[in-house]
């Protein structure tokens, strides 16, 4: 009933920039919560940043200043623009929303499939 696409991960170079996208589709009423997850093999997964509707956006200690979350409701979709990125950033990245779907009153959590970031030092 709902699907998310992720995109715009990839290979750059330690300072580098890059732009992640997740666009969420189906019969959907409503998304209050969209945030982005990170994990790394052997560790749990950490919150990177979220945006809930009509909220400011919260971020990990370890991204505030170099991450910008934002979000474009018309489209469903949830970015996160990555700047100064370190070799530590490198993850994966999983975008989560919470939402609503249409002639349903419950709200419902959803992962996308993950897109791999990898920063070279």
């Known amino acids: 009933q709902v699907q998310l696409v992720e995109s715009g991960g990839g290979l750059v170079q330690a300072g580098g920039s890059l732009r992640l996208s997740c666009a969420a589709s189906?019969?959907?009423?409503?998304?209050?919560?969209m945030g982005w997850y990170r994990q790394t093999p052997g560790s749990q997964r950490e919150l990177v940043a979220a945006?809930?509707?009509?909220?400011?956006?919260n971020y990990g200690d370890s991204v505030k200043g170099r991450f910008t979350i934002s979000r474009d409701n018309a489209k469903n979709t949830v970015y996160l623009q990555m700047n100064s990125l370190k070799s530590e950033d490198t993850a994966v990245y999983y975008c989560?929303?919470?939402?609503?779907?249409?002639?349903?009153?419950?709200?419902?959590?959803?992962w996308g499939q993950g897109t791999q970031v990898t920063v070279s030092s």
């Open positions: 989560n929303v919470l939402l609503r779907l249409k002639y349903d009153s419950a709200w419902t959590n959803y």
């Open positions: 189906g019969s959907i009423f409503s998304i209050n919560f």
């Open positions: 945006t809930t509707s009509g909220g400011s956006p």
